[in-house]
Each structure stands twice: as structure tokens, then as C-alpha cells.
């Protein structure tokens, strides 16, 4: 991705190892709802992100897309806009072929101080079967609050 310093791309997961032809070729697409508190969130897994075991996406790279977008839905609402992954649940129902563009839909279903719960679900392009369903809880530690003045993270 254009959005990470060339010298920093092999050393960033999303936006870097997955990143480039028949992988994750483009930044995702997202739609935020800031009145709703949703967000959705658009990604091609293209066919050299699959298991040579089994030609499915792993649910390891799943994980790591949800836990990201669950993350930028969530983050806008804690106080200091950032905050860390307290507990990821997940549910993989079904898994995903390569080459597939999948549509992940979050919602922020709680708000309390400095903690967020997201839900989310995962859906291949233009269908209505649910591939994978979530729940992320977000904190803000404490001194988070001096992170925020540096402008490190």
C-alpha cells in the first residue's frame, strides 16, 4: 500500500507482507457511518493469499482483517481515539476460496469509558451467507491519554 513508507512495508502485516499482486492488491474500501456507528469495509483476497494444503484463505489472515477493521470502527469512540484489542471472539463458518472480495460489516454495539464492543460479520460480494461473525473488545489504557499528545501512534 502507498499509505506505509516503502522502508517500513516488509515489517507491517496488512499493508505490507499481504500486500501487492493476487494478494491484497488494493487498500480496502471503506464506508463509515459515524451517526450509526457502522462501518463496512470492502477487500479483495486475491489467489496467492490461499493454503496450498487446501486452497482456501486462511482464517489466521481473516482474523487479522477483522481485528484491523473492528479497530477503525471502534477507535473514533474511545477517548482518546485510540485504544488496543482487549479480546477478539470469532466464529468462522465457512471458508473463503482466493480471489474472492468480501464485504465486512461492523457496528459499535457498546460504548462505556474507555472500553468499545464491536461486532462485526463477514460476507462474500453480493451474498447474504454469513463466512465469519465477531466480537472485539476495545480499552484505552490509562496512559494512553500521553500517547495521544506525542503523535507516535
Known amino acids: 500500500s502507498h499509505r506505509i513508507a516503502k522502508l517500513h512495508q516488509d515489517y507491517h502485516v496488512g499493508m505490507g507482507l499481504l500486500y501487492g499482486p493476487s494478494k491484497l492488491e488494493i487498500d480496502p474500501i471503506l464506508f463509515i457511518n459515524k451517526e450509526a456507528r457502522e462501518l463496512t469495509s470492502f477487500y479483495h483476497l486475491g489467489s496467492n493469499l490461499v493454503a496450498a494444503e487446501d486452497g482456501k484463505i486462511h482464517n489466521g ?28 471472539s470469532i466464529n468462522f463458518h465457512k471458508q473463503i476460496k482466493g480471489d474472492t472480495t468480501v464485504v465486512l460489516n461492523a457496528k459499535v454495539a457498546e460504548l462505556k469509558g474507555r472500553k468499545c464492543v464491536i461486532r462485526g460479520t463477514i460476507q462474500e460480494a453480493g451474498k447474504s451467507v454469513i463466512l465469519a461473525d465477531a466480537e472485539c473488545i476495545l480499552v484505552q489504557p490509562k496512559w494512553f491519554k500521553y500517547i495521544s499528545k506525542l503523535q507516535i501512534f
Request: proline content about 7%; overall charge neutral.
Open 61 to 88: 489472515l481473516l482474523a487479522t482483517l477483522i481485528d484491523e477493521s473492528l479497530c477503525v470502527a471502534g477507535f473514533p469512540y474511545l477517548p482518546a481515539g485510540k485504544g488496543v484489542t482487549a479480546k477478539l
